[in-house]
Every structure is written in structure tokens, then in C-alpha cells.
């Protein structure tokens, strides 16, 4: 009887142990589908952490380009304002120019027709040689050079 109460008592640890075995390898099981699940999470992040760099490597890629896509057009607006602000320094200059020479045939005109071409003795005698020199047709041809303004005389 010793031995079949021994055996009754003996049986129950022996379930216990099966229980807490089947329990044991049903926690196991759970930590080893956690572990997956989470290096399967992990993995996932990984992979939208690099696909994320990846991205922004190409927007930064398509920025540098755009960026030197901008520069061009600036540095190209720029030559093209200085060579206009150029030519309107030569076309002002001109400007003057002709102005002037307008002014010089308007008074030479206004001295013709003031003195209608009659000349006096008392005239001639006041006559000094620039005034002498203005009057003789030859020497008209000095006042009609060509306009010499370039680029060069309006470097910055």
C-alpha cells in the first residue's frame, strides 16, 4: 500500500512536471514567436528607415540639379544685363554726342541766317580766327567725325 500511495503521490508530480513542461514549451513557443515577430518588425523598419534615405538622397539629387539649373539661368540673365547695360552706356554716350553736334549746326545756322550772307567790312575786321574758322565750309567737314564711344570706356 506504501508503494501505491507512493505511486498515487509520485503520479501527481509526474502530471505536474508534464503540465508545467507543456506549459514551459508553450511559453517557449510564445518567446520564439515574439522573437520573430519582432525581428520581423525590426526588419520592417529597417527597410522603411533606408527606403526613407533613399528618397531623400534623390530629392537632394533632383534639389542639386534644379539648383544648378537656376544658376545657369541667373549667371546667363546676369552677362545678358551687363552687355545691355553695356550698349545703353554707348547708345547714351552717342546720344550726347549728337546732341551736342545738333547744338554746334544749330548755332552755325542761326549765325548764317542772322548774318544773311551779306558781309560787311566793319564785320570782317571783327572777325577773330575761330569765328574765321567756323565760317569756312573746309573746315566744317572737322566738326562731322564719326562717333567714337565703345564697351570699353564704360567699364565698371
Do not use: W
Not at 505511486?7 to 509526474?14: F, W
Not at 549728337?98 to 548764317?112: A, F, G, K, T, V
Not at 566793319?122 to 565760317?135: N, R, V
Request: net charge neutral; charged share 20%; hydrophobic share 35%.
Amino acid at each position: 500500500m506504501a508503494s501505491s500511495s507512493g505511486n498515487s503521490s509520485g503520479s501527481t508530480p509526474t502530471q505536474n512536471s508534464g503540465s508545467e513542461e507543456e506549459l514551459q514549451l508553450l511559453m517557449d513557443q510564445r518567446k520564439r514567436k515574439r522573437m520573430q515577430s519582432n525581428r520581423e518588425s525590426a526588419r520592417r523598419s529597417r527597410m522603411r528607415k533606408q527606403k526613407q534615405l533613399d528618397d531623400l538622397m534623390a530629392l537632394v539629387a533632383d534639389l542639386r540639379k534644379n539648383n544648378n539649373q537656376i544658376m545657369t539661368s541667373i549667371n546667363l540673365t546676369t552677362q545678358h544685363y551687363i552687355n545691355v547695360e553695356a550698349e545703353n552706356s554707348i547708345l547714351r554716350a552717342q546720344a550726347m554726342e549728337l546732341s551736342q553736334r545738333l547744338d554746334s549746326l544749330n548755332e552755325i545756322l542761326n549765325y548764317i541766317n542772322t548774318s544773311s550772307g551779306v558781309y560787311e567790312t566793319e564785320q570782317q575786321t571783327l572777325l577773330t580766327s575761330a569765328d574765321s574758322c567756323m565760317m569756312n565750309p573746309l573746315n566744317l567737314l572737322y566738326l562731322n567725325q564719326p562717333i567714337m564711344a565703345s564697351a570699353d570706356m564704360f567699364r565698371y
